[in-house]
Nanobody, 123 residues
Framework: QVQLVESGGGLVQPGGSLRLSCVAS????????MGWFRQAPEKEREFVAA????????NYVDSVKGRFTISRDNAKNTVYLQMNSLKPEDTAVYYC????????????????WGQGTQVTVSS
């Protein structure tokens, strides 16, 4: 069992930055691929970024490439999402997820989910 707790959301102006954190319980964090998803009001939950276990290969949705960076610190059981050049369309609840498989972009690949943290980009 893995429990995930996100933090770092908030209100930011367009062009600003935020860093989301997700702390995982359990001693096997390093063996899970980790992902970030987001869900805007009245929209489906969508993939944002993922990082593999081990070497740390990454995968991003096209709309955030060059602006967002996912990373992990296995010593701290934490995965991060650095978000730069934020846009109003990035407004959503952001969810952290853990997968015992690969760092896929599909929701069904992830077995564990956090409760989410709200990110609002507005002037």
């Amino acid at each position: 069992q893995v429990q995930l707790v996100e933090s770092g959301g908030g209100l930011v102006q367009p062009g600003g930055s935020l860093r989301l954190s997700c702390v995982a319980s359990g001693r096997t964090f390093s063996r899970y691929a980790m992902g970030w998803f987001r869900q805007a009001p009245e929209k489906e939950r969508e993939f944002v970024a993922a990082v593999s276990w081990g070497v740390g290969f990454t995968n991003y949705v096209d709309s955030v490439k060059g602006r967002f960076t996912i990373s992990r610190d296995n010593a701290k059981n934490t995965v991060y999402l650095q978000m730069n050049s934020l846009k109003p369309e990035d407004t959503a609840v952001y969810y952290c997820a853990a997968s015992s498989g690969g760092y896929y972009a599909t929701r069904t690949s992830y077995q564990y989910w956090g409760q989410g943290t709200q990110v609002t980009v507005s002037s």
